[in-house]
């Protein structure tokens, strides 16, 4: 298990950072609810942050 750290990128409605070990990645909300699920937007739209726990088959789909 991965855990990402995500936030909103700044400026934007609908872009989400996610830091992964090693790297940083820069997606649709949309696109991380289809792999998440509804659930992990939830966090963000509430705090502005969420971390997720990803299993490595998530890790691949974000790529």
Not at 2 to 18: A, F, I, N, Q, Y
Not at 43 to 54: E, S, V
């Amino acid at each position: 298990m991965h855990e990402l750290l995500c936030t909103w990128v700044p400026g934007t409605l609908d872009v989400v950072r996610l830091s992964l070990p090693g790297r940083t990645l820069e997606l649709k909300d949309t696109r991380l609810a289809r792999i998440f699920g509804p659930q992990a937007l939830n966090d963000l739209y509430l705090k502005g942050r969420a971390i997720l726990k990803a299993d490595p088959q998530q890790v691949a789909l974000l790529a």
